[in-house]
């Protein structure tokens, strides 16, 4: 059992360090990233039925997209909060929401906070993740 938490906690590291390490050329080419998911994330909002004034959690969040699609879709009255492993990445997607009105907030979570995170049903209409990677 030691050697599993060893080596998930290498893991969680390392995706941490190349998270961290991309960030600034996600950031530099926000849009050419950004735009292939564009038409994926609003296929993802229909089917999650999420509407103007809802409370939604992005996990996995990275650079902020789909965040910024889901703002969009739920303001003025609705928020989204979105969490990632990666402080740089947290960082870009805060800036970037900043010159947006405010239904956007991020923060940085690790591996173990986000796999354990808690969310009363009452703050949160729905959990969303465009990419995201749950190791046990």
Sequence with gaps: MAIQTV??????HEQREEWSAAAPGWQARRDDVSQPTTSITRQLLAMAGITTGQRVLDLACGNGDPSFTIAQRVSPEGY??????????????????NRWPRCA????????QVGSLSVPGDLQNAVLSLALLYRS
Excluded: F, K
């Design 7 to 12: 080596l998930a906690e290498q893991v969680r």
């Design 80 to 97: 989204v909060v979105g969490l990632d492993i990666t402080e740089p990445m947290v960082r870009n997607a805060q800036a970037w929401a």
């Design 105 to 112: 907030h991020y923060t940085q979570r690790s591996n173990q």
